[in-house]
């Protein structure tokens, strides 16, 4: 007998991952995106394998389900509870390394439109020859600390070397303070974890080079908002570039987004530096392979 399979409507397949899916078991397509925890719960109930994104995932109704194997197409699970889970007999797997190149790129991009200060000149046609030519500011040669040496880190590091940056990558275990103590630019890729939470505190924020500048696609988790923008207040950083990494995809009345947005120094995204076609291929392919592999009785990339 085929598994039920239920794909919420928030997970997009191409149509060969469609096709690939299929022949896995007896697929349920929901009409709708669920709006709620509820409606979530209601459209996975008497399913076996549940392909997902974080709506329900992340709230108590998720330990509502009993025997179920759940598939999603990112890392980010560090709120489910695994005893929880264990007492329900809920397995979960995730899509490790689906987002390296689209959030190195989202990095990449921002420093390039902050240093070189592109969206000025863009298009212009108001400004006379002398604002047009005013020096803007290279990455080539620039000190800039990886926090995290996972694979968004470690992929970030290979591509700034490549622009004549002078690279270091902060490894759990490694001196904090020392490791920004020259850094130009500091990239925050720590994945998140009882040693990473709250780490970038006042006393991190304190330390770093006068002038230098911090970039995060982390979850906001890891650092203290309030003391990132104290450092922007008294000119320890010139600016600063980040993905509100706790709020809900795409959700721009979140509070943390909306506290970053109300710096005029912070340039914010809406925790959209994974989305892009190559992750979305990427992840899907790997959320599939965990399906095969569950089916098969040799499950991978479990939470």
């Known amino acids: 007998m085929k598994p039920k399979i239920v794909l919420i409507k928030d997970i997009r397949l191409y149509d060969d991952q469609i096709e690939r899916i299929n022949q896995l078991g007896d697929v349920v397509y929901p009409e709708k995106s669920p709006n709620s925890s509820d409606e979530w719960l209601g459209q996975c109930k008497g399913a076996d394998i549940i392909c997902s994104g974080k709506m329900g995932l992340n709230s108590d109704k998720l330990y509502e389900l009993k025997n179920v194997f759940i598939t999603v197409p990112f890392v980010g ?56 030519l005013e020096t803007t500011t290279s990455l080539y040669d620039k000190n800039i600390t990886i926090l995290g040496a996972g694979r968004i880190g470690k992929n970030l590091g290979k591509v700034c070397e490549s622009f004549g940056m002078n690279v270091n990558i902060f490894a759990r275990g490694d001196d904090l303070i020392k490791s920004v103590k020259n850094a130009d630019i500091i990239a925050n890729c720590l994945s998140t974890n009882p040693s990473s939470e709250n780490l970038l505190d006042s006393t991190f ?6 002038g230098s500048f911090f970039i995060s696609s982390s979850n906001s988790k890891t650092y203290n908002i309030e003391s990132l923008k104290n450092a922007l207040n008294n000119n320890i950083l010139i600016g600063a570039a980040d993905d509100a990494g706790g709020a809900q995809v795409g959700d721009t009345t979140e509070k943390d987004y909306q506290s970053l947005l109300s710096h005029p120094k912070i340039l914010v995204t809406p925790h959209i530096a994974w989305n892009a076609d190559a992750e979305q291929r990427k992840s899907c392919d790997m959320m599939i392979d965990n399906i095969e592999a569950w089916i098969n009785k040799k499950p991978i990339n479990l939470f």
């Open 205 to 210: 924020f304190n330390s770093l080079k006068k």
């Open 77 to 132: 699970v560090e709120f489910l509870n695994k005893n929880k889970m264990l007492e329900n007999n809920i397995s979960v797997a995730i899509s490790p390394g689906g987002n390296t190149e689209v959030v190195t790129e989202w990095i990449i991009g921002l420093l390039l439109t902050y240093f070189r200060k592109l969206p000025r000149l863009i298009r212009t046609e108001n400004k006379n020859r002398s604002e047009v």
